[in-house]
């Protein structure tokens, strides 16, 4: 009797054992995601839901460039090089007054593993950099950025021009009649420590501008009192416009005395541009420039500090000479572009005392977002190179 009751018993425990591991097994799936995956989830969701409830404040988009180019020097085999650029931007209208804007730029050449020494060529596993981010406050007689962004004072930007290296820091625009005062302020880090890469030193940098607008014609007065280290800057500019036509001049002086560096000195030397541009008809249009840029005239944020025909200016400091660029179109999908600069320097540096850069490109445009560029570029110059190339240039 005693061994029947032990074996109820057994029977009895394991008979609810089976039945609760059942249950456990059926309650997995439903108890599948943690708490905290859940409330991930639920983040996620709600991030959507207030996305889609407000797209028609958001504007996605961006362009996407790829190119090859290869040099055509006789004494060396030519090297097919291939490399990319993307740009994406997101534009928000938080409010009727408030805009946000967002640029991410990436650049970088294929089957490149790391950078070479003195090469500009990015691998492209480098990251992408954030090349502006700014808030924008704009009423009808004011406007105020916030942020990184770029612009230029002057519309050929000689003292002061944001527009290949952007301002981090705040603008200000002010508005009367035919008055416009602008002012920027930024902290620029001027150092930093090579064994830990923290910045150990800053410089405030601020400019202002006076603008007068009247009878087709702007006028503009541009002070950078504190500049980088111990520039100063000052420079007035002229710009008229015409339905076809638009003329431009700009004159500035710079100067540098600073207590770091004593043995550097420079006492207001001159930069002068002029540019006019033409329609010559509605398919064709020409431009010409001219320059004097004495050796010295160095603005750290100028339209020559970063020369380059993609992003501004070709002349530089220590140069005079004269640009001529066209533009036509063959057809309705086909565009036609050449670009020529002859410069001399001022004072010869031992460097070549004429120097040439030539470039020319067609342009097949297979919808207004999908383009195709080939061309050649040549320059005789310091270091003399031919080079061919093509861009396939997306926008979405």
Do not use: C
């Not at 089957?111 to 009423?139: H, I, R, V």
């Not at 405030?204 to 702007?218: H, K, Q, W």
């Not at 010559?280 to 001219?290: D, E, R």
Request: cysteine-free.
């Amino acid at each position: 009797m005693k061994k029947i009751l032990i074996t109820f018993m057994a029977l009895f425990i394991l008979n609810i054992a089976t039945n609760n591991r059942q249950a456990v097994y059926a309650a997995k799936p439903i108890t599948q995601n943690p708490p905290a995956d859940r409330a991930l989830l639920s983040d996620l969701s709600n991030r959507f839901s207030l996305l889609e409830s407000s797209w028609g404040r958001f504007h996605l988009g961006g362009n996407l460039t790829l190119e090859s180019g290869t040099d055509l020097a006789q004494d060396q085999t030519p090297v097919l090089q291939f490399g990319q650029q993307l740009n994406v931007f997101l534009d928000a209208y938080i409010d009727r007054n408030l805009f946000f804007a967002l640029k991410l730029a990436h650049q970088g050449g294929w089957g490149l593993s790391y950078q070479n020494t003195g090469s500009s060529t990015l691998p492209m596993n480098t990251p992408l950099d954030l090349s502006e981010a700014f808030l924008k406050l704009e009423y009808p007689d004011k406007m105020a950025y916030l942020g990184r962004f770029s612009f230029s004072f002057s519309p050929l930007g000689l003292i002061s021009d944001f527009h290949s290296n952007p301002v981090e820091g705040l603008a200000f625009q002010q508005n009367y009649r035919n008055l416009h005062l602008i002012g920027v302020y930024s902290r620029v880090i001027t150092f930093i420590q090579p064994e830990t890469n923290r910045p150990t030193d800053s410089e405030d940098y601020f400019a202002v501008r006076l603008g007068l607008s009247a009878n087709n014609s702007l006028f503009g007065l541009t002070v950078v009192p504190k500049g980088i280290a111990g520039e100063q800057n000052i420079g007035i500019d002229w710009t008229y416009n015409q339905p076809d036509s638009k003329f431009s001049a700009e004159l500035g002086w710079y100067s540098f005395d600073s207590n770091q560096y004593p043995d550097y000195k420079v006492d207001w030397t001159q930069g002068l541009m002029l540019s006019y541009g033409k329609m010559l008809s509605p398919k064709t249009f020409v431009q010409v420039k001219t320059a004097y840029i004495n050796p010295k005239f160095a603005p750290s944020y100028s339209s020559l500090a970063h020369s380059s025909g993609n992003n501004r200016e070709w002349f530089q400091p220590n140069s005079k000479g004269i640009e001529l660029l066209s533009q036509h179109q063959l057809r309705e999908d086909l565009f036609w572009e050449n670009r020529i600069f002859y410069w001399n320097p001022i004072v010869n540096y031992d460097q070549p005392n004429s120097n040439l850069r030539w470039q020319s490109s067609i342009t097949k445009s297979f919808s207004p977002v999908n383009q195709l560029q080939v061309g050649i570029q040549h320059q005789t110059s310091i270091v003399d190179y031919t080079q061919a190339f093509a861009k396939w240039i997306l926008q979405f």
